[in-house]
């Protein structure tokens, strides 16, 4: 059995084509899309403005370790591009970064590293 990790993966595209009623729909919305919507979900967290030129997607991704990000990211992708067809949202291609979440390093500010105080 292989190791799962957690990835966190941003999906961001540029709307394209969008019909009249889309348009109407996302500035309709548009403010439970703004900054404060931006959360990592399994579900995608859908962000944009009301200009409607970009919008970018946040995924929690779980998937084998041994597959990495570049999958992790395929996945997310693919989750955006669903959700953005069953809406009937027009959009241009579709690029991701995704971070492993478990091998990420923390640095914590303030914290000693030898005994001394």
Same mark, same amino acid.
């Given at each position: 059995m292989s190791?799962? !990790?957690t990835y966190r993966v941003i999906v961001r595209g /540029?709307?394209?084509g969008l019909t009249d009623e889309a348009r109407a729909r996302l500035l309709s919305d548009v403010?439970? !899309?703004g900054l404060s919507a931006m959360q990592f979900t399994e579900e995608g967290s859908l962000t944009y403005d009301r200009v409607l030129k970009h919008f970018?997607? *946040?995924f929690v991704v779980v998937s084998d370790a041994e597959d990495g990000e570049e999958m992790a990211s395929a996945i997310a992708e693919? *989750?955006?591009e669903t959700l953005l067809k069953?809406? =009937?949202? =027009?959009?241009g291609e579709l690029r991701?970064?995704? /971070?492993d979440m478990d091998t990420m390093k923390i640095n914590y500010k303030g914290r000693q590293t030898s005994g001394a105080a």
């Open positions: 190791t799962q !990790h /540029t709307w394209d403010d439970l !899309h970018s997607f *946040r693919d *989750r955006a069953e809406q =009937g949202y =027009g959009h991701s970064t995704a /971070t």
